[in-house]
């Protein structure tokens, strides 16, 4: 017997989340609750050394259509949502981060561009991308001055035209994702940059939703996070030159 077919995966890396993964996950089977569509909700670990997994095991008897992708090594977030986008069997498949500060309902605004024929739609914090966008709390000075800044060099090195490459809230159509990501090489936080240059790349109709972005102070990423950024983004571009994205 065939199994039915699933509209959306949403895709959470987990680290070390085991403090907020369960809050996340509530918001999510709220925000299901209410939709006609079928889905799942994949949780892959990344070689977490809290209890992440421990907790995630133990929602998965409450939170329904819950599936986890178990990994002991860490191997950073990159290769985490490649391994989860090349196991889910939606038809889109969304990655988000697991502290929801770009809310799961923003899915709804994204529907509408997928029904239209774009193959990739993104969030962005950027009101240059889509009118509208905005962060409730914005980020320190110098966190967002490190961002604008790196953007620019973003944009010169590898994806021309978009402000925002690294908000957490990426959806692809199946044949787009595995496609993409099959492809895709940058295994930490450089992969956004990847996946969308390999978009363009493909030729693959990219639409941008604004996001009502929650900075969270918790966050894991850190001044070093932004160098290796830039470092992959040289990288990506030296990927292209070699031809390693062509197949």
Request: charge should be positive.
């Amino acid at each position: 017997m065939a199994e039915p077919d699933i509209y959306l995966s949403v895709i959470i890396p987990a680290y070390n989340e085991a403090g907020r993964i369960t809050k996340t996950l509530k918001r999510f089977q709220e925000y299901f609750a209410t939709k006609p569509f079928s889905y799942e909700i994949v949780i892959a670990t990344d070689g977490p050394r809290d209890n992440t997994i421990e907790v995630a095991k133990k929602l998965s008897s409450e939170i329904k259509n819950l599936r986890i992708i178990e990994r002991r090594k860490n191997q950073g977030k990159g290769f985490t949502i490649r391994e989860g986008m090349m196991q889910s069997k939606g038809k889109i498949r969304l990655f988000a981060d697991a502290d929801n500060s770009t809310d799961i309902s923003h899915f709804d605004k994204m529907r509408p561009l997928f029904d239209k024929g774009y193959d990739v739609v993104i969030c962005s914090r950027d009101d240059k991308d889509a009118k509208g966008a905005k962060q409730e709390f914005p980020q320190p000075f110098l966190k967002r001055l490190a961002g604008n800044m790196g953007n620019l060099f973003i944009q010169l090195v590898a994806v021309r035209g978009i402000w925002d490459t690294q908000c957490g809230f990426k959806a692809f159509r199946d044949h787009a994702a595995e496609n993409i990501f099959s492809r895709a090489r940058i295994n930490r936080f450089g992969f956004d940059i990847e996946v969308l240059a390999i978009a363009k790349f493909l030729h693959y109709k990219i639409g941008i939703i604004p996001a009502h972005w929650t900075n969270d102070p918790a966050s894991t990423v850190s001044f070093f996070s932004y160098l290796q950024v830039l470092l992959e983004t040289i990288k990506i571009r030296i990927n292209f030159i070699m031809g390693k994205y062509k197949s």
